[in-house]
């Protein structure tokens, strides 16, 4: 079926993104600054699922929003930060990080002004039906040897993450 | 209203990318460094779903990859967090100068 | 309106597929409405048979045998007063119970009651109702942070690392299932929980009794997995009322306490439904195949009606038991009329059309059923786990076992 309102659900989406990465960095909270991170998650994932990925999108609400999130809740309650909270949130340079971003911005806003039609006018036809054999072929297929690479950094990650936080090996 | 293309994901995506540069960039606490790190992750995948829908399926086989490496990234950025705040007392990244004399 | 109707039988799909909206909003309504229904029915009866395994009558007195006692409890709840604590985060305490109750109730639009009978088929469904359960975690860890006071944290974090740890083993568990449906010429499976029943269907077997008995393995890790992650006993830990009070819901009342509840009970039978759709092949009847033919299609189809009419007789036997008492004459004529009603709805799903459309809903519903009555003998036989213990059981047992039934399950199927 055809998608219906797809502007409007766009904008939506796109201002909540945008809105929830807002009280990301501003707020002097963390478990409020992570839950404005979820609200953005969530908002990308539908905007994944407007761009005909559900597969992406439902990885990210299971990956993302189910496990990383609920790690950084976990550590920040582990961690007590009522001290943090009272201190001063930004740091020395904050002056200079603000004018990087700002030239940063800069340089993407001459990068879409310019090249903004060299995109291709014709959309790649992906069938929405069997996104996920898609996936799965691509993944298993051309990008097998990444994908081993892949568990090979989890694996990693698993060991230094336990090294890392355990008291006592 | 104009129809949506390509570009206007891209502009949601930099918009994103910038808030997470300042974020990296200006704050102090380290566990509101590292979610901004996850913004900009998060930015790159948009940009990479975008892309897939003009050039193939590519570009979301790679976003998945860039999902497990957040994964990976926020496991252990989330342990060394928990071994320095065990040492020091603090989250402030502007404190961890222990390698600094 | 008849237009709609129309539209309606005509339809041989989920209505979000054919995309009529009239019908799926219809369908949600319908769905939801359901749910806290039998939220409402499964909180009776779980007092009932809670009482009757412990050789006591349980709530007997608001209504015959306790039967309007959810209401009551409802019209108790909402009038209660709504305690906030002073020093709680007052935005993220009130926002927990709302996200637990979305997260357990969004789940809802992919189940499969039917082959028509589903608010819509998503074609990553399975993948949707895992991460959409996944986020009552959230809720969780929220409420028990937001109150601001020890029990409620205790609670939230060991809330929090049980349901992490045993979505892992429900994942590979879920992935060994989902395998088996890709058994057929074209060797292409797929995550859409209509396809996965209509996979079962194909291969003429449910996916319990696939390569017996891996598929069984399989089940038997996803039902003990499905208990701790909708934190009822034995695994109520972050709930535990000898230890932590109440766990992570010490702090709320009234309103906001019964949202909580409500969330797990649907969260209960939703993952039920999980359970039902992936291995004990959703809509479909016993034995579709060994007792295929016209006459045994008839006779199943008559379940539902002897069903309820089943119930009606139990009510006017309980009409026939009461007391001749004038204080129990409302009690009595209440009853009475309750079983009418039951024999009514009964005698109506006997007619053909209706037979023909209710009877896949029916068996599901049985089936589901049948889960939410383990719940409750779970309940009352088992000892709650030590937290050390249900650490080993989720990470030394389940998912060493997930993991060995998923690489057998692959080797049978490339053999085969």
Same mark, same amino acid.
């Given at each position: 079926?055809?998608?219906?309102?797809?502007?409007?659900?766009?904008?939506?989406?796109?201002?909540?993104?945008?809105?929830?990465?807002?009280?990301?960095?501003?707020?002097?909270?963390?478990?409020?600054?992570?839950?404005?991170?979820?609200?953005?998650?969530?908002?990308?994932?539908?905007?994944?699922?407007?761009?005909?990925?559900?597969?992406?999108?439902?990885?990210?609400?299971?990956?993302?929003?189910?496990?990383?999130?609920?790690?950084?809740?976990?550590?920040?309650?582990?961690?007590?930060?009522?001290?943090?909270?009272? %201190?001063?949130?930004?740091?020395?340079?904050?002056?200079?990080?603000?004018?990087?971003?700002?030239?940063?911005?800069?340089?993407?806003?001459?990068?879409?002004?310019?090249?903004?039609?060299?995109?291709?006018?014709? %959309?790649?036809?992906?069938? %929405?039906?069997?996104?996920?054999?898609?996936?799965?072929?691509?993944?298993?297929?051309?990008?097998?040897?990444?994908?081993?690479?892949?568990?090979?950094?989890?694996?990693?990650?698993?060991?230094?993450?336990?090294?890392?936080?355990?008291?006592?090996? | 209203?104009?129809?949506?293309?390509?570009?206007?994901?891209?502009?949601?995506?930099?918009?994103?990318?910038?808030?997470?540069?300042?974020?990296?960039?200006?704050?102090?606490?380290?566990?509101?460094?590292?979610?901004?790190?996850?913004?900009?992750?998060?930015?790159?995948?948009?940009?990479?779903?975008?892309?897939?829908?003009?050039?193939?399926?590519?570009?979301?086989?790679?976003?998945?990859?860039?999902?497990?490496?957040?994964?990976?990234?926020?496991?252990?950025?989330?342990?060394?967090?928990?071994?320095?705040?065990?040492?020091?007392?603090?989250?402030?990244?502007?404190?961890?100068?222990?390698?600094?004399? | 309106?008849?237009?709609?109707?129309?539209?309606?039988?005509?339809?041989?799909?989920?209505?979000?597929?054919?995309?009529?909206?009239?019908?799926?909003?219809?369908?949600?309504?319908?769905?939801?409405?359901?749910?806290?229904?039998?939220?409402?029915?499964?909180?009776?009866?779980?007092?009932?048979?809670?009482?009757?395994?412990?050789?006591?009558?349980?709530? *007997?007195?608001?209504?015959?045998?306790?039967?309007?006692?959810?209401?009551?409890?409802?019209?108790?709840?909402?009038?209660?007063?709504?305690?906030?604590?002073?020093?709680?985060?007052?935005?993220?305490?009130?926002?927990?119970?709302?996200?637990?109750?979305?997260?357990?109730?969004?789940?809802?639009?992919?189940?499969?009651?039917?082959?028509?009978?589903?608010?819509?088929?998503?074609?990553?469904?399975?993948?949707? *109702?895992?991460?959409?359960?996944?986020?009552?975690?959230?809720?969780?860890?929220?409420?028990?942070?937001?109150?601001?006071?020890?029990?409620?944290?205790?609670?939230?974090?060991?809330?929090?690392?049980?349901?992490?740890?045993?979505?892992?083993?429900?994942?590979?568990?879920?992935?060994?299932?989902?395998?088996?449906?890709?058994?057929?010429?074209?060797?292409?499976?797929?995550?859409?929980?209509?396809?996965?029943?209509?996979?079962?269907?194909?291969?003429?077997?449910?996916?319990?009794?696939?390569?017996?008995?891996?598929?069984?393995?399989?089940?038997?890790?996803?039902?003990?997995? *499905?208990?701790?992650?909708?934190?009822?006993?034995?695994?109520?830990?972050?709930?535990?009322?000898?230890?932590?009070?109440?766990?992570?819901?010490?702090?709320?009342?009234?309103?906001?306490?019964?949202?909580? *509840?409500?969330?797990?009970?649907?969260?209960?039978?939703?993952?039920?439904?999980?359970?039902?759709?992936?291995?004990?092949?959703?809509?479909?009847?016993?034995?579709?195949?060994?007792?295929?033919?016209?006459?045994?299609?008839?006779?199943?189809?008559?379940?539902?009606?002897?069903?309820?009419?089943?119930?009606?007789?139990?009510?006017?036997?309980?009409?026939?038991?009461?007391?001749?008492?004038?204080?129990?004459?409302?009690?009595?004529?209440?009853?009475?009329?309750?079983?009418?009603?039951?024999?009514?709805?009964?005698?109506?799903?006997?007619?053909?059309?209706?037979?023909?459309?209710?009877?896949?809903?029916?068996?599901?519903?049985?089936?589901?059923?049948?889960?939410?009555?383990?719940?409750?003998?779970?309940?009352?036989?088992?000892?709650?786990?030590?937290?050390?213990?249900?650490?080993?059981?989720?990470?030394?047992?389940?998912?060493?076992?997930?993991?060995?039934?998923?690489?057998?399950?692959?080797?049978?199927?490339?053999?085969?």
């Amino acid at each position: 079926m055809t998608p219906v309102a797809t502007t409007f659900f766009f904008y939506f989406l796109s201002g909540l993104a945008v809105l929830g990465g807002i009280l990301v960095i501003t707020r002097r909270n963390p478990v409020h600054s992570a839950l404005a991170l979820i609200l953005t998650l969530l908002a990308v994932a539908g905007l994944y699922l407007m761009l005909y990925a559900p597969f992406v999108a439902g990885v990210q609400i299971i990956l993302y929003v189910g496990g990383i999130m609920v790690l950084f809740l976990f550590v920040i309650m582990l961690v007590n930060l009522d001290r943090a909270a009272k %201190e001063d949130q930004f740091n020395k340079q904050w002056l200079v990080g603000m004018i990087a971003a700002a030239a940063l911005l800069g340089l993407f806003m001459a990068v879409y002004l310019k090249g903004k039609y060299m995109f291709p006018i014709q %959309e790649a036809q992906l069938p %929405e039906q069997s996104n996920v054999q898609e996936v799965a072929l691509s993944l298993y297929g051309n990008y097998l040897f990444a994908f081993e690479i892949a568990s090979l950094l989890l694996l990693v990650a698993i060991i230094g993450a336990v090294v890392m936080a355990k008291k006592r090996i | 209203m104009a129809p949506i293309t390509t570009v206007h994901y891209l502009v949601v995506a930099a918009a994103l990318f910038i808030l997470g540069v300042i974020g990296v960039l200006t704050r102090r606490n380290v566990v509101i460094v590292l979610m901004s790190i996850e913004l900009i992750l998060n930015a790159v995948n948009l940009n990479l779903v975008a892309f897939s829908r003009l050039y193939g399926i590519h570009g979301q086989v790679f976003s998945i990859f860039v999902i497990t490496d957040a994964a990976a990234e926020a496991a252990v950025g989330l342990g060394i967090l928990i071994a320095f705040f065990r040492n020091k007392e603090t989250v402030n990244v502007d404190e961890v100068d222990l390698m600094k004399w | 309106m008849l237009d709609y109707i129309k539209s309606y039988l005509d339809m041989n799909a989920t209505p979000g597929q054919a995309g009529n909206f009239f019908w799926a909003t219809v369908y949600i309504f319908v769905v939801f409405g359901g749910v806290s229904v039998a939220v409402m029915a499964m909180n009776w009866l779980e007092r009932k048979a809670l009482a009757h395994f412990q050789i006591r009558l349980g709530p *007997m007195r608001v209504g015959p045998h306790g039967l309007l006692q959810p209401i009551a409890d409802a019209l108790k709840l909402l009038t209660k007063e709504d305690i906030i604590p002073a020093q709680a985060d007052k935005f993220v305490f009130w926002i927990a119970p709302l996200i637990i109750l979305c997260a357990s109730f969004t789940v809802y639009i992919v189940i499969p009651f039917g082959p028509t009978h589903a608010i819509t088929d998503l074609n990553i469904g399975i993948l949707f *109702m895992l991460g959409v359960s996944s986020l009552s975690v959230l809720g969780v860890v929220m409420a028990g942070w937001a109150s601001n006071s020890h029990y409620p944290l205790i609670g939230a974090l060991r809330s929090s690392a049980q349901m992490v740890s045993y979505e892992v083993a429900m994942g590979l568990a879920v992935v060994s299932a989902v395998l088996m449906t890709s058994l057929n010429k074209t060797g292409t499976g797929t995550l859409s929980m209509i396809g996965i029943v209509q996979a079962q269907q194909a291969q003429q077997t449910w996916f319990l009794f696939k390569f017996f008995p891996l598929g069984f393995i399989a089940f038997v890790v996803f039902a003990i997995a *499905m208990v701790a992650e909708t934190n009822r006993a034995p695994f109520d830990l972050p709930e535990a009322e000898s230890e932590l009070t109440a766990g992570f819901h010490t702090e709320y009342s009234g309103l906001r306490w019964s949202l909580f *509840m409500l969330g797990e009970y649907a969260a209960m039978i939703a993952v039920s439904s999980i359970a039902v759709t992936l291995w004990l092949g959703g809509w479909m009847r016993p034995f579709p195949h060994l007792l295929a033919g016209e006459t045994w299609d008839l006779v199943f189809s008559l379940f539902p009606g002897f069903t309820f009419l089943a119930l009606a007789v139990f009510c006017f036997i309980g009409v026939a038991r009461m007391p001749k008492h004038p204080y129990f004459r409302v009690q009595t004529i209440g009853l009475a009329g309750f079983g009418i009603v039951l024999g009514l709805i009964g005698l109506t799903l006997f007619a053909p059309p209706v037979r023909d459309r209710v009877f896949d809903i029916y068996w599901f519903c049985i089936k589901v059923a049948g889960f939410m009555y383990l719940y409750i003998w779970y309940r009352a036989t088992f000892p709650r786990y030590r937290f050390d213990q249900l650490m080993k059981v989720g990470w030394k047992v389940l998912l060493p076992i997930a993991v060995g039934v998923l690489i057998l399950t692959a080797i049978m199927g490339v053999i085969w």
